[in-house]
């Protein structure tokens, strides 16, 4: 199968197009969201999702973290559904997030959150599912049906929502990115071309480990689930901050290491630390003979390092450029499958919804 004849490749690139619309198709409910938090003042936020979802609730998290100092919570539905645990989340802000809207153990959380007067806002990609009606506020991706097992387009669509949810909490509502999509589709070339060598890299590839800081983490994560899942290789995420801390002893001579390294910061401030955080990490896997692929729109800082440097666009911040960084996993995940004689439409052993109670 060419890869540019699976459903995966045609639903990543109407990414852009989704874009261009989704604040203002979700302009209302935005507002609504941002008058509740007015009034019921939040003192905390508390996410509750799975795999993809889940991954952009990590982007989400950092986001409102360090732009508004709320702190966030990445939930653990079992707690409810298993354990029976009724949660005191009265001055919460619970953001659901399911692609499908039919998460049975996110919409417990939501029902617990409803109960004792949080709010509750709903991500999914459908305006009729159970989710999103559940929640007082639904944002809607607005991505139409996507029918690859392997999310893309909607997840590019969740985090986009992420943003305007996070600039709501840090006051900023209404500004909206409206040129967002337009430049990802101009890139779109650009990031294809920079993927093929490394597609080409990894098709003999059975296991890799991926690695991140802060907001690109969420798409080392996301990476690696799509690597997984469309290409059998068994891949292993890590912030990198954590990875010090045991599993680096995995890497030795050869090893395939994949690190995410945006040149930006979330703010001017931090991008001095970011950058030598990146770096760090970067000199630590080649020291110890890790074959290091460094996806980034920072190649100059990479380039006499001795790493395998894919140079993707950047966005003008962090958050923007995380979209690139999304486009060439996706790319890069889709062209392994086939170059492996896989179909990444339809892996074996999954569904397209997946329901945990």
């Known amino acids: 199968m060419q890869y540019k004849d699976t459903l995966m490749w045609q639903e990543l690139n109407a990414t852009p197009h989704i874009l261009e619309t989704l604040a203002e198709k979700n302009k209302e409910t935005l507002e609504r969201i941002a008058a509740a938090v007015r009034a019921k003042k939040p003192s905390n936020v508390y996410t509750a999702a799975r795999g993809t979802s889940d991954h952009a609730m990590i982007f989400f998290k950092y986001l409102v973290e360090s732009t508004s100092g709320y702190p966030v919570a990445s939930g653990a539905p079992s707690a409810v559904t298993v354990y029976g645990a009724k949660l005191k989340l009265e001055n919460s802000l619970v953001v659901a997030c399911s692609q499908s809207g039919k998460a049975a153990d996110v919409m417990e959380v939501v029902k617990c959150a409803n109960a004792c007067g949080g709010i509750t806002v709903a991500v999914t990609n ?116 954590d990875f010090y801390h045991g599993p680096m002893a995995m890497v030795g001579e050869g090893t395939k290491v994949i690190l995410f390294a945006s040149k930006k910061g979330l703010n001017e401030a931090s991008e001095g630390v970011h950058r030598e955080d990146f770096l760090k990490c970067a000199d630590k896997m080649l020291e110890l003979g890790a074959d290091l692929y460094v996806i980034t729109d920072d190649a100059a800082c990479f380039a006499e390092k001795g790493a395998h440097v894919v140079e993707v666009p950047g966005g003008e911040s962090e958050e923007l450029t995380m979209f690139r960084f999304a486009m060439a996993a996706q790319m890069l995940a889709c062209k392994v499958s086939c170059g492996k004689g896989r179909n990444p439409d339809s892996p074996r052993a999954l569904k397209k919804v997946t329901v945990t109670k």
């Open 126 to 241: 459908d305006e009729q599912s159970p989710l999103a009606k559940l929640a007082q506020f639904h944002l809607c991706c607005f991505a139409g049906e996507e029918k690859s097992v392997a999310a893309t387009k909607t997840f590019c669509a969740q985090l986009y929502l992420s943003l305007l949810l996070a600039q709501i909490l840090a006051g900023k509502e209404g500004k909206g990115y409206p040129s967002l999509g337009q430049a990802l589709a101009k890139d779109a070339k650009e990031i294809d071309a920079a993927t093929d060598k490394m597609a080409d890299a990894f098709v003999q590839s059975e296991e890799c480990f991926l690695l991140s800081r802060g907001v690109s983490s969420a798409i080392a994560f996301e990476c690696g689930l799509k690597l997984q899942e469309t290409c059998y290789i068994r891949a292993r995420a890590y912030h990198s901050s």
